[in-house]
């Protein structure tokens, strides 16, 4: 007989200004489903990584990347601790993030190079 342990919750911490909302998080559902699941709008676009809309900062602990951040996110950013919740899961008992700003290329930049 088999034995699958289901992963234990995670704690997931969305700072807000000068608040904190702690959610409890399921491993296996990407962020930006806990968010609103949990009725916490957050921006989003595409839910599939493309276009960055969704991006947040991690503030402390760990998330997976489903998908490979670099595609959309500066390799600043990612130096940053941004990443894509629509992408990720939390990877560490306890994830502290926040919402970020991220500019949005114009035309302009878009064709330059």
């Keep these: 007989m088999a034995f699958f342990l289901k992963p234990k919750p995670a704690e997931l911490i969305l700072e807000d200004g000068n608040e904190?909302?702690?959610i409890v998080a399921?491993?296996?559902r990407t962020i930006l489903d806990i968010l609103y699941g949990n009725r916490i709008?957050?921006?989003s676009?595409?839910?599939i990584g493309n276009c960055g809309t969704c991006a947040m900062q991690v503030v402390a602990g760990q998330v997976k990347s489903l998908t490979d951040p670099s595609y959309t996110l500066s390799a600043a950013e990612i130096a940053d601790?941004?990443?894509l919740p629509c992408q990720s899961r939390v990877a560490s008992d306890?994830?502290?993030v926040r919402r970020?700003?991220?500019p949005r290329p114009t035309p302009e930049s878009e064709t330059s190079s």
Excluded: E, I, N, S
């Design 20 to 22: 904190g909302r702690t």
């Design 26 to 28: 399921d491993r296996k």
């Design 41 to 43: 709008a957050h921006p």
């Design 45 to 47: 676009d595409c839910r």
């Design 81 to 83: 601790r941004f990443f």
């Design 94 to 96: 306890t994830l502290v």
């Design 100 to 102: 970020v700003q991220r």
